[in-house]
């Protein structure tokens, strides 16, 4: 590659005007993460060639891995415009789609790569993943025989499969499948780079200051799932014995969880500065950190170029990831006995490093303090509500009116002994919209309109359009994450 990428350059010496040599020359600094040079070449390609419709498509690709989502848009429009066969640029158009939640759009798009393009594998495949997202599971057991079929081949001839290893395991793949993924997609990581030079890293093999630095990656520091569960974590270290660094993948998205991160970790350094993973991991490595953690493994907004240059000299695995990595580079994963079996040990590239209980976490008593003021729920009724004295009488159900709880000290639910002081107020809301409207953000952020204590609206099924009686099936993922065994289990439950 470095030899191809001399010749390129030396041909623009001679002819600069050549598009082909421009493009091809962006396409391997694409690679090697270079990707401001990539698009400047990319848009010298155009100038020189306006049809260049390759050049659009692979610009937006470069535009998608910097954020660009509307420049990529363009991009890919632009190369569809100029070439409608083009079944590359239709399926990138539909990738954006999907990013963005068009899904009927992307399905549109990937089914004209594949009219273009029948064997198109990536197309097929994320086709049948969006299918997912909106339970479309006609004709389900066929799609998925042939994604199990074009995994399987693909692994055969050593290619990075079309299913991505998050994806992989809403699939009948099958661990060693799943397995074999990771690790294509690790061994990318590391191949990307390889391209970069950098010779390995010395790591500290002393505490500093007597503390051992733990360093937390993730793009999730915001309101997203993961800060969610984990925000709590980094203020609630033994600081004595532990100095915690926060590294954020992506920009500050202005909400209280980051900014609870931010506050409570001794140390938050925002990656997103650092778009070179080069640099981004000498930055870590300045830091002399001892643990490094992976809450991203293959989700969205994941960078493992970083891990893959082993900045610390122990690398872990946990939370927002559960399979394996892959990777050689991952040392641990953090997990429990449900989630990974000994006997399913074979299937992970990493050392198993169980917690007593779980690995999975909550930050719901911080998130959500009002619901944890109920002493006990009432059987047997189809909208209980909460139990609790006011000046020694008792607080049954009521259906119009709110309930305001404020505690006196630790809830019962954590293991204490608790009293209450209660008071009822008139709920002025009429119809189910106006219920709905009152109800505390689902995220658990405090706001003006919304400060804590909240007040509770009545938990009445009618204000969901529910029936009285019956059981509800709540699915509170993503719907992609669901299937039809799933579904007739829950059923002939």
Same mark, same amino acid.
């Given at each position: 590659m470095e030899e191809a990428t001399a010749l390129y350059r030396r041909a623009l010496e001679v002819h600069p005007e050549f598009a082909a040599a421009h493009s091809n020359l962006a396409s391997i600094l694409q690679q090697q993460g270079k990707l401001p040079e990539a698009i400047s070449h990319y848009q010298e390609a155009i100038r020189i060639q306006p049809g260049f419709a390759d050049a659009y498509s692979n610009m937006g690709n470069a535009l998608k891995e910097m954020h660009d989502i509307n420049g990529a848009l363009q991009c890919y429009t632009r190369a569809i415009q100029l070439n409608p066969r083009f079944a590359d640029a239709h399926s990138n158009l539909a990738s954006i789609y999907k990013d963005a939640g068009q899904i009927p759009e992307a399905i549109r798009s990937y089914k004209m790569a594949l009219k273009l393009k029948p064997e198109f594998s990536d197309a097929y495949c994320n086709l049948a993943h969006c299918m997912q997202i909106i339970c479309d599971w006609?004709?389900?057991?066929? %799609?998925?025989?042939? *994604?199990? @079929?074009?995994?399987?081949?693909?692994l055969n001839m050593k290619r990075l499969p079309s299913v991505h290893p998050h994806h992989s395991m809403l699939y009948p793949l099958g661990h060693k499948f799943r397995k074999g993924i990771a690790a294509r997609h690790a061994t990318l990581c590391s191949d990307k780079v390889a391209l970069l030079h950098k010779k390995p890293y010395k790591?500290?093999?002393h505490l500093a200051n007597g503390?051992? %630095?733990?360093?937390? *990656?993730? @793009?999730?520091y915001g309101n997203h799932p993961t800060s969610h569960l984990m925000q709590s974590v980094p203020g609630l270290h033994n600081m004595q014995k532990v100095e915690v660094f926060c590294y954020g993948l992506s920009p500050d998205d202005g909400t209280s969880f980051r900014r609870k991160v931010q506050s409570e970790a001794e140390h938050f350094v925002d990656l997103s500065k650092y778009p070179c993973n080069g640099d981004a991991a000498d930055k870590i490595n300045s830091d002399g950190i001892h643990i490094l953690i992976n809450m991203n493994g293959y989700t969205k907004g994941a960078r493992n170029e970083i891990f893959a240059l082993k900045p610390a000299p122990i690398q872990v695995m946990w939370l927002g990831y559960p399979g394996t990595s892959g990777a050689d580079y991952m040392d641990y994963i953090i997990t429990d006995h449900v989630t990974s079996p000994k006997q399913l040990v074979e299937q992970y590239s990493e050392k198993l490093a169980y917690m007593p209980y779980t690995f999975f976490i909550g930050d719901h008593c911080h998130m959500f303090p009002h619901l944890m003021h109920y002493e006990e729920v009432i059987a047997g009724m189809s909208n209980p509500l909460v139990m609790g004295t006011v000046e020694g009488k008792l607080i049954t159900p009521i259906q119009d009116r709110s309930l305001k709880l404020l505690p006196f000290d630790t809830p019962r639910s954590v293991g204490k002994p608790t009293k209450w002081r209660?008071?009822?107020?008139?709920?002025p809301h009429n119809s189910a919209e106006q219920v709905a409207d009152n109800i505390p953000p689902a995220d658990g952020q405090e706001s003006p309109l919304h400060p804590r204590p909240y007040t509770m609206p009545p938990t009445l099924r009618s204000a969901y359009g529910l029936p009285a009686q019956g059981i509800i099936f709540c699915n509170f993922n993503q719907l992609y994450k669901l299937d039809p065994g799933k579904k007739y289990t829950q059923c002939e439950r």
């Amino acid at each position: 590659m470095e030899e191809a990428t001399a010749l390129y350059r030396r041909a623009l010496e001679v002819h600069p005007e050549f598009a082909a040599a421009h493009s091809n020359l962006a396409s391997i600094l694409q690679q090697q993460g270079k990707l401001p040079e990539a698009i400047s070449h990319y848009q010298e390609a155009i100038r020189i060639q306006p049809g260049f419709a390759d050049a659009y498509s692979n610009m937006g690709n470069a535009l998608k891995e910097m954020h660009d989502i509307n420049g990529a848009l363009q991009c890919y429009t632009r190369a569809i415009q100029l070439n409608p066969r083009f079944a590359d640029a239709h399926s990138n158009l539909a990738s954006i789609y999907k990013d963005a939640g068009q899904i009927p759009e992307a399905i549109r798009s990937y089914k004209m790569a594949l009219k273009l393009k029948p064997e198109f594998s990536d197309a097929y495949c994320n086709l049948a993943h969006c299918m997912q997202i909106i339970c479309d599971w006609s004709e389900y057991d066929m %799609r998925m025989r042939k *994604v199990v @079929s074009i995994v399987r081949d693909q692994l055969n001839m050593k290619r990075l499969p079309s299913v991505h290893p998050h994806h992989s395991m809403l699939y009948p793949l099958g661990h060693k499948f799943r397995k074999g993924i990771a690790a294509r997609h690790a061994t990318l990581c590391s191949d990307k780079v390889a391209l970069l030079h950098k010779k390995p890293y010395k790591h500290s093999k002393h505490l500093a200051n007597g503390r051992l %630095r733990i360093g937390y *990656v993730s @793009s999730d520091y915001g309101n997203h799932p993961t800060s969610h569960l984990m925000q709590s974590v980094p203020g609630l270290h033994n600081m004595q014995k532990v100095e915690v660094f926060c590294y954020g993948l992506s920009p500050d998205d202005g909400t209280s969880f980051r900014r609870k991160v931010q506050s409570e970790a001794e140390h938050f350094v925002d990656l997103s500065k650092y778009p070179c993973n080069g640099d981004a991991a000498d930055k870590i490595n300045s830091d002399g950190i001892h643990i490094l953690i992976n809450m991203n493994g293959y989700t969205k907004g994941a960078r493992n170029e970083i891990f893959a240059l082993k900045p610390a000299p122990i690398q872990v695995m946990w939370l927002g990831y559960p399979g394996t990595s892959g990777a050689d580079y991952m040392d641990y994963i953090i997990t429990d006995h449900v989630t990974s079996p000994k006997q399913l040990v074979e299937q992970y590239s990493e050392k198993l490093a169980y917690m007593p209980y779980t690995f999975f976490i909550g930050d719901h008593c911080h998130m959500f303090p009002h619901l944890m003021h109920y002493e006990e729920v009432i059987a047997g009724m189809s909208n209980p509500l909460v139990m609790g004295t006011v000046e020694g009488k008792l607080i049954t159900p009521i259906q119009d009116r709110s309930l305001k709880l404020l505690p006196f000290d630790t809830p019962r639910s954590v293991g204490k002994p608790t009293k209450w002081r209660c008071y009822i107020e008139d709920n002025p809301h009429n119809s189910a919209e106006q219920v709905a409207d009152n109800i505390p953000p689902a995220d658990g952020q405090e706001s003006p309109l919304h400060p804590r204590p909240y007040t509770m609206p009545p938990t009445l099924r009618s204000a969901y359009g529910l029936p009285a009686q019956g059981i509800i099936f709540c699915n509170f993922n993503q719907l992609y994450k669901l299937d039809p065994g799933k579904k007739y289990t829950q059923c002939e439950r």
